[in-house]
């Protein structure tokens, strides 16, 4: 299998498990992470609580509405999602005693539907499953896969000719092949900036760099706002494709206002694999003042900080990132910042346990439980958990490596 290939969507573990989160798939992402030993892997670990945390948010508010609409089998199965992916025994309690007095209203249609995004894998299908169905009808594909666009991209996409449709619909199984003939044929009012993107990204999966990359960059000319052409012609600069004056055109599109956070986000992203902090403070300070916060450019940001001694804006950082409910007060990294500086223990505590409650597999949250616990003085508590933990049969080498000398400040 080619680099490219793989690279972009093809068959390599890591880059679907990847794709699947930024697409919101969040079950598939789990599982994907789960069957390819990624777990423990940076930046999956975290990844994979983000997930679980979303997933158990949206099953609890599921179960309120199923049980509303007087669906009680639907209602105990959301419930038992929502405890698989972390939720407490107190807030399945707490959900089951604020419903109890609620009339619920008859079962409508809405009640028996699929319940996509929730993890459901019952009657409720997510769009993803039912896309796999080798028995769906091709207008049934066609509408699933518009529906998991971005509202302006499904109007663009919408009205163009069938041969682009059943090219999308090939690309979206992997005939890539297959895919790039029947662009080959689309109709001149097809040839817009969403076109050359699609017909780019088959083409560099097809191993054709050359004739890809010239559509890629004939997409974003046309059309600067199209996020996913630049995020694509970013992955594969960051991976060593050589193209002219990439960065250059970045930083040009970082001076577009509507574009300006988008482009110093990635600019800060590539100056971090490069290994420039300076660069990456720079455009990642322009980044946050675009409005741009995702999560992995607060951590980026945030480490840095944190080693140049700028603890309070680290700190601040830290804490703009998302909790979503099921019981944690705080994000599992800013609970290890304080951690580090024997801060707000108490709280760190509840954070690591409620990590723990989200990911039960991950032997990263025992083990900050129990460095809470040493120093709180807790020592027999402590040295019961890392024995556990010297016992587990998933330790990576570095784990290892952890719990034995948290283990030697215990003797």
Known sequence: MSFLRRLIGGKDPAAQARRAFDQGEYARFITLCRENGLEQTDPFDEL?????EILCERNLEEARLRR?????????EHLALAKEYGATTAQLDELKSAIDGE????TTEAAVAGCAGCGASGDGHT?????ANDGLAEDEEWELFLAAMPEEMEA??????DIFRAALLAANRSEDDAACRLFEQCPAEDRDAHYLYEYGAALCRCDNLEAGLDCLERSVDLLPELRHAWELLFE???????????VQRLERLADNSRMAGFAAQLLARLAWQEKRPDDVLRWGERALQAGEAQAELLQMLANLLEERGEEKRAESLLAKLPVIGCGGTVHPLLAEFWLRRDRNLDRA???FKAAGRQDPGNPRWPLRIAEVYIRRGWKKEARQI???LTAAANLSPEMKQLVSSRLEELS
Not at 68 to 76: C, N, T, V
Not at 236 to 246: E, H, I, T, Y
């Open 48 to 52: 994979l609580h983000q997930a679980r």
């Open 68 to 76: 509303s609409q007087g669906d009680l089998a639907a209602f105990e």
């Open 103 to 106: 009339e619920p209203s008859a």
């Open 127 to 131: 769009a993803e499953a039912i896309v």
């Open 156 to 161: 663009a996409y919408r009205g163009k000719s």
């Open 236 to 246: 594969l600069f960051s991976r060593g494709v050589a193209m002219n004056d990439f």
């Open 349 to 351: 505590l509840e954070s």
């Open 386 to 388: 890392l024995a556990s």
